[in-house]
Structures are given as structure tokens and as C-alpha cells.
Nanobody
């Protein structure tokens, strides 16, 4: 069993930046690939990014490439999502999740493939 907790969301102006954190706890000390998802009202949940357990591979949705950077600090059991040049369309609840696998694989962006989820953190991009 493991738990994921997101933090770092808030209100930011277009063009601004936020850093989200996903902190893991639980009975296992193993590391897993972590995906970030987001969901805006009335829209489907979409995959944003993924990072492998070893920090060797990262993936991004086309909509955030060049603006978002995923990283991790395994010593702190934390995965980060640095979001730069934020746009209003980035407004959503952001969730971290894991399929309890080492690699992101080809389905890192598929929400129903995840085993564990955080409760989400709200990011609002508005002037």
C-alpha cells in the first residue's frame, strides 16, 4: 500500500510558474514511475507527464512540451512538476498517480491504468 499527496497548486498569472510536488509514503520503500494527470471541469482527465523510477526517462504531452519539466528526488520520496509559461488552458486539478511499475511504458497517460492516486491540487491560471 502506498499514498500519494500533491501540493503546490494555486493561482498564477499567465506566463507565470508553479512547482507541484507529489510525495509518496507507505509500507514499501520501492520506487515507481510517476505520472501527472490533469482534469478541467467538463473535460476528460489527460496525461501530462511521466518519469521513470530511475529518473532516466521522461515523457510529456504535446500540450506542455517545452514548458513543463518533471523530475524526482527519491531520497525525499518526491516527484516534481515544474510548470513554466503557464497558460489559461493549463487550469485544472492536477493529480499524480502510479501504476507501480519501474518504467512509464506506453500507457503512462492512461488514467485507468493507474493503481494509486493522490487527491489532487488545483492550478488556476488567470489574470
Amino acid at each position: 500500500q502506498l499514498q500519494l499527496v500533491e501540493s503546490g497548486g494555486g493561482l498564477v498569472q499567465p506566463g507565470g510558474s508553479l512547482r507541484l510536488s507529489c510525495t509518496r509514503s507507505g509500507s514499501t520503500l520501492d520506487y515507481y514511475a510517476i505520472s501527472w494527470f490533469r482534469q478541467a471541469p467538463g473535460k476528460e482527465r489527460e496525461g501530462v507527464s511521466c518519469i521513470s523510477a530511475s529518473n532516466s526517462s521522461t515523457y510529456y504531452a504535446d500540450s506542455v512540451k517545452g514548458r513543463f519539466t518533471i523530475s524526482r528526488d527519491n531520497a525525499k520520496n518526491t516527484v516534481f512538476l515544474q510548470m513554466n509559461n503557464l497558460k489559461p488552458e493549463d487550469t485544472a486539478v492536477y493529480y499524480c498517480a502510479t501504476a507501480t511499475s519501474k518504467s512509464c511504458g506506453s500507457s503512462w497517460y492512461v488514467h485507468y491504468g493507474m493503481d494509486y492516486w493522490g487527491k489532487g491540487t488545483l492550478v488556476t491560471v488567470s489574470s
